[in-house]
């Protein structure tokens, strides 16, 4: 996918303008991009529109103008662009009791290691393969950014309606299933086309 820049930015003023409207297309863009799997991950899968609107975001609530500080939001969140013939997504550990936080942050560790997190499509796997410096030893984020490379079997597998295509979850302290719906296979078929 193409990088972001400065260009497909609207300045501050003109987004605070449009943004109502922008907002109601990016929740209905991700609506179709967001998948839980089981009631403790949830996955969005990123693209370009998603990450714009993630800028923007940014750009409003911190209040930058400065063109140097807009470029890191840019190569931040570049760096999350699904490239041609891979998915990006978000992964969201879901938890809001404040009193079982930490027991399920503790069953969570391990998670961003090894084969884990699944994409299962025409009968092949692949492992999400998660962005470093999210984890180590004794403690585990709730956000994570994990990147898939279907082959060009499981590709052709996630254009056939009649396929059945599932993300997973295996670990130790977690373990769930999901089947992709077709709206969100669409979505992951133009990211892979880039």
Not at 118 to 134: D, I, K, N, P, T
């Given at each position: 996918?193409?990088q972001?820049?400065?260009?497909?930015?609207?300045?501050?003023?003109?987004?605070?303008?449009?943004?109502?409207?922008y907002?109601?297309?990016i929740?209905?863009?991700?609506?179709r991009?967001?998948?839980?799997?089981?009631?403790?991950?949830?996955?969005?899968?990123?693209?370009?529109?998603?990450?714009?609107?993630?800028?923007?975001?940014?750009i409003r609530?911190?209040?930058?103008?400065?063109?140097?500080?807009?470029?890191d939001?840019?190569?931040?969140?570049?760096?999350?662009?699904?490239?041609?013939?891979?998915?990006?997504?978000?992964?969201?550990?879901e938890?809001?009791e404040?009193?079982?936080?930490k027991?399920?942050?503790?069953?969570?560790m391990?998670?961003?290691?090894?084969?884990k997190?699944?994409?299962?499509?025409?009968?092949?796997?692949?492992?999400?393969?998660?962005?470093g410096g999210?984890?180590?030893?004794?403690?585990?984020?709730?956000?994570?950014?994990v990147r898939?490379?279907?082959?060009p079997?499981?590709?052709?597998?996630?254009?056939?309606p009649?396929?059945?295509?599932?993300?997973?979850?295996?670990?130790?302290?977690?373990?769930a299933?999901?089947?992709v719906?077709?709206?969100?296979r669409?979505?992951?078929?133009s990211?892979?086309r880039?």
């Amino acid at each position: 996918m193409n990088q972001l820049t400065h260009d497909d930015l609207i300045a501050l003023d003109e987004y605070e303008r449009q943004r109502e409207a922008y907002r109601k297309t990016i929740i209905e863009l991700k609506r179709r991009r967001r998948i839980g799997i089981g009631d403790k991950v949830t996955m969005v899968f990123e693209n370009r529109e998603t990450l714009r609107f993630q800028i923007q975001e940014m750009i409003r609530v911190e209040r930058i103008v400065d063109r140097q500080k807009v470029q890191d939001e840019l190569d931040v969140y570049n760096a999350l662009l699904p490239s041609s013939g891979e998915l990006s997504a978000t992964l969201l550990i879901e938890l809001t009791e404040a009193d079982t936080m930490k027991h399920w942050l503790d069953l969570f560790m391990g998670l961003d290691h090894g084969q884990k997190l699944g994409l299962r499509a025409g009968g092949e796997v692949v492992y999400g393969e998660f962005e470093g410096g999210h984890s180590h030893e004794t403690k585990i984020s709730a956000v994570h950014f994990v990147r898939f490379r279907p082959t060009p079997a499981m590709i052709t597998a996630l254009a056939d309606p009649a396929v059945r295509v599932a993300l997973s979850v295996r670990h130790a302290g977690y373990e769930a299933d999901a089947e992709v719906p077709w709206t969100m296979r669409q979505e992951w078929l133009s990211d892979l086309r880039g």
